[in-house]
């Protein structure tokens, strides 16, 4: 019998062989260069492992395929400006495996899906497209032409374009990202749900509600000027290593650094340069000046603590307050500080979990300062509370003046790549009506002016039958979202199912009623088209747009570029309906960029801009306080504590990626910062909670999670004792997405809340 999409869509229950260390302290170093050109040389062939090496994020190279942490604007390092991850991520897309249609005549769909994530991703790259008729067991190849003739099909077989939704992941560049949501909105929705929804989302919202604009403010520059820098909710040393070279420089300037982790994370700890032979022969630098192992969720109540003694001591002496600032550039003090009041400082720091003297080493250094820079991520992000979180965030910023000044201000470090720049040209299922207009005046078709489905949205509307086309631009959204059983289920009441992607994952297993597999190119291949080798560009996490030029030969002849696919699918489905000419985009990517320069603002000369070496920086209202709100200065707000209360024998989880690990692109099964090999069904847990219930090392257990009143479970996992808060525990994602209710979001932002589960954990 075959098996459910449910059966198809969970991680299989087997155990590898768990071995655990003690965590090391110090991070990067020999390990890690070691564990990357390991990595490299196992898996690419070896000249394209050291030609990527020298070219990956170097001026006039190609930008790593990793995280959106920028590159430095100046001095690049000859020997290579990249990190153990980065080149873990160029060898998983570079392997020199090739997936073709014998690799899928001889596994069937139900096969592929029994293997593991890490199993799966190892099979190889993607070669030529492939369909999944309805009924079948396996996927059979099929011309670029006529794919693009089937979705044209369905497409246009649907009662409304409302009926269709499209989903965009990280790593799309600028050009194919434009023309994407461009081709979106030409067909008639707004349904753009993307990987943002369940990332920075809660930042997005926090930060355009009170400071005008939905990304950060800092630059590089601020982060090595600045005197206490905050990393909050993030793990820089796994999902964004180089950030730690930049507080390196922080703190060799003098800076402080104060890490808020339930983890001692390794590289907050300390960490050494593997670009910097003598440091690594000396041991590094020790990162942290104070680390605040607050308890998960306790993050407004430990800034409610740090406003509440500020204003203490405002009151008592004054000059702690940046009141020249407050009056002319902010609205909503009065009403924030009557609030403030309200709280009782012992609750707050009680319910954040911290001690008072941990509590006061922080305080110390917020208050003798005013270059505060706050850097954030998942950690804030994945809550029902998150947009308080990075309000409360803002309204400590404000009252010192710590923003748009140098060496100040806030720091949401993205995930993906091009996250940041996809948003920024127009992949949005809320896009401002500005925008809309923009677009309606160039190229004088009407986009529809109401809101899409968010990726929460598109689930709910998959199930209950009112989305029936799933277009997915990158990404495994199978993998990536929520509360598998029921969004498996979604995928697959759909007419269609579609992926863009490099790689084969659990997605192209987890069907609609059809499927086609799209084969593309990766960042670090050259893009050949009619006027030459394409350059594209990204934005990272600070605002800079830069180009990217693959280097190697694609690994087949029969992959698309992203912006080939787009014009493909546009042409067979508009056909004469179109105002837009949608071929021609393919064979010269200057001419969307032309088009990206009259539409959205900041990217005027955008071909010419993007020939500076080291790109350009977008506008940025937050950074000269320049507060672009609905009351035209920055505003403060009032933020509640949460509520929420643990019940008797309940511990709050979080899903964290492991170090070897891309989101759901499993590189390995070893997560060496935190001691774990071999193993990723493992969940992290107090060991006084354990003794509690009498656990072992390495108990297997089981998990379950409520959620008014409905129960999901996720079976055989691991204990593995851990220097983690009491009433705190936390596995890897996806995993246990199962997990994690598709009910339980941020408010405004609808981010899953996949920080703070709550689960009871039994022997099995
Ligand atoms: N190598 C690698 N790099 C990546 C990724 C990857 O998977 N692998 N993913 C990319 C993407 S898309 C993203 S969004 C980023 C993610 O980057 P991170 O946000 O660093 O990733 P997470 O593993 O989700 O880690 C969240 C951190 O927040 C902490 N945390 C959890 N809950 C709380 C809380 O309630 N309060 C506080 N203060 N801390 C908390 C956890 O202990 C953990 O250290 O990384 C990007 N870079
Ligand atoms: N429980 C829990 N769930 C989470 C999170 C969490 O912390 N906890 N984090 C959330 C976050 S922050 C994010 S960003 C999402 C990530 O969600 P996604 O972005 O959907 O997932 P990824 O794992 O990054 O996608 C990997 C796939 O992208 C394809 N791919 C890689 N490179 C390219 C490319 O250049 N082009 C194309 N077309 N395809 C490519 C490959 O086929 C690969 O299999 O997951 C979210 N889900
Ligand atoms: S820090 Fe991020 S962008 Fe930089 S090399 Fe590492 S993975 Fe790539
Ligand atoms: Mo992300």
Not at 372 to 393: F, K, P, S
Not at 441 to 463: R, T
Not at 464 to 486: C, H, L, Q, R, W
Not at 500 to 508: D, G
Request: glycine share 8%; net charge neutral.
């Amino acid at each position: 019998m075959s098996k459910s999409p449910i059966e198809k869509a969970l991680t299989p229950e087997k155990f590898e062989n768990l071995k655990t260390k003690t965590p090391p302290t110090n991070s990067v170093g020999f390990g890690a260069l070691k564990a990357s050109l390991g990595h490299a040389n196992k898996y690419m062939k070896p000249l394209d492992a050291l030609k990527v090496s020298l070219k990956m994020n170097q001026k006039g190279g190609f930008d790593c395929p990793g995280c959106a942490w920028p590159d430095p604007d100046d001095d690049r390092s000859a020997i290579g400006e990249y990190c153990e991850n980065g080149l873990k991520a160029m060898a998983e897309e570079m392997q020199n495996k090739l997936i073709n249609r014998e690799f899928f005549a001889q596994n069937a769909v139900d096969d592929l899906a029994s293997l593991s994530d890490f199993e799966i991703g190892k099979s190889g790259r993607l070669s030529e497209p492939m369909y999944l008729p309805k009924g079948a067991s396996h996927y059979q190849p099929i011309s670029w032409d006529d794919a693009f003739n089937k979705i044209a099909e369905h497409l246009n077989a649907l009662d409304n374009p409302d009926e269709a939704a499209f989903y965009t992941s990280g790593r799309t560049t600028n050009e194919a990202a434009f023309l994407y949501q461009l081709f979106v909105r030409e067909y008639g929705t707004s349904n753009l749900p993307d990987c943002s929804n369940m990332c920075h989302e809660a930042s997005g919202s926090a930060l355009s509600e009170t400071l005008g604009i939905g990304k950060g403010s800092v630059t590089l520059d601020d982060l090595y000027k600045a005197e206490v820098v905050m990393v909050i909710g993030q793990n820089p040393a796994t999902n964004h290593p180089r950030m730690l070279s930049a507080l390196e420089k922080t703190k060799k300037n003098g800076g402080k650094i104060i890490a808020v982790n339930p983890l001692p994370e390794a590289g907050l700890i300390k960490f050494t340069d593997p670009q910097n032979p003598i440091k690594m022969l000396t041991g590094g630098t020790k990162l942290s000046d104070v680390f605040v192992p607050i308890t998960i969720n306790g993050d407004v109540a430990f800034f409610k603590a740090l406003l509440l003694k500020l204003l203490e001591k405002e009151e008592a002496q004054g000059g702690v307050f940046d009141k020249a600032f407050i009056n002319e550039f902010t609205s909503g003090y009065n009403d924030f500080i009557s609030d403030l009041k309200t709280y009782n400082f012992e609750t707050c720091l009680e319910a954040s979990g911290v001690t008072f003297e941990t509590f006061n080493e922080a305080f110390d250094l917020i208050l003798n300062n005013d270059k505060i820079i706050i850097c954030w991520a998942m950690g804030l992000t994945q809550h029902e509370n998150a947009v308080d979180n990075i309000r409360e965030l803002v309204n400590l910023l404000l009252l010192k003046g710590s923003i748009g000044i140098e060496g100040a201000g806030t720091c949401p470090v993205r995930g993906h790549s091009n996250v940041q720049g996809d948003r920024t040209v127009g992949i949005w299922e809320a896009a401002p009506q500005a925008f809309l207009d923009k677009i309606e005046d160039k190229y004088g078709f009407k986009p529809s002016v109401k809101h899409g489905y968010s990726v929460i949205e598109s689930i709910k509307a998959m199930y209950e039958g009112k989305v029936k086309v799933f277009f997915g631009m990158g990404g495994n959204f199978i993998s990536a979202v929520p509360d598998t059983k029921y969004s498996a289920q979604a995928l697959a009441n759909c007419n269609l199912t579609v992926h863009v992607s490099t790689k084969l994952n659990r997605s192209h297993l987890v069907t609609g009623q059809e499927a086609l597999i799209f084969p593309c190119l990766g960042r670090a291949e050259k893009d050949y088209q009619k006027s030459g080798v394409q350059t594209q560009s990204v934005e990272n996490s600070m605002g800079v747009v830069s180009s990217t030029k693959g280097i190697l030969e694609p690994c087949s002849d029969d992959l698309l570029s992203e912006v080939a696919v787009v014009c493909g699918i546009a042409h067979a489905t508009l056909k004469d309906r179109s105002k837009i000419n949608w071929l021609a985009y393919k064979d010269d990517y200057n001419l969307v960029r032309d088009d990206i320069a009259e539409v959205v603002s900041g990217f005027e000369d955008y071909n010419k801009k993007l020939k500076q070496p080291s790109g350009f920086y977008l506008p940025n209202g937050a950074r000269v306080r320049s507060f672009k709100t609905k009351t035209g200065k920055a505003n403060f707000t009032s933020n509640k504590l949460p509520n929420w209360k643990l019940k008797d024998g309940e511990l709050i989880m979080m899903t964290i990626r492991s170090h070897d690990q891309f989101n759901t692109t499993i590189y390995g099964l070893n997560d060496r910062y935190r001691g774990v090999f071999n193993e990723r069904r493992i969940v992290f847990m107090n060991r006084d909670d354990m003794k509690l219930r009498s656990f072992d090392e390495h108990q297997v257990v089981n998990i379950k999670s409520e959620y008014n009143g409905v129960i999901r479970e996720a079976n055989q996992f691991k204990v593995v004792g851990y220097d983690i808060p009491k009433n705190c525990c936390a596995t890897y994602f996806p995993e246990t997405n199962v997990l994690v209710p598709l009910d339980s979001f941020a408010h405004t932002a609808k981010t899953p809340a996949s920080k703070s589960v709550r689960v009871t954990i039994t022997k099995v």
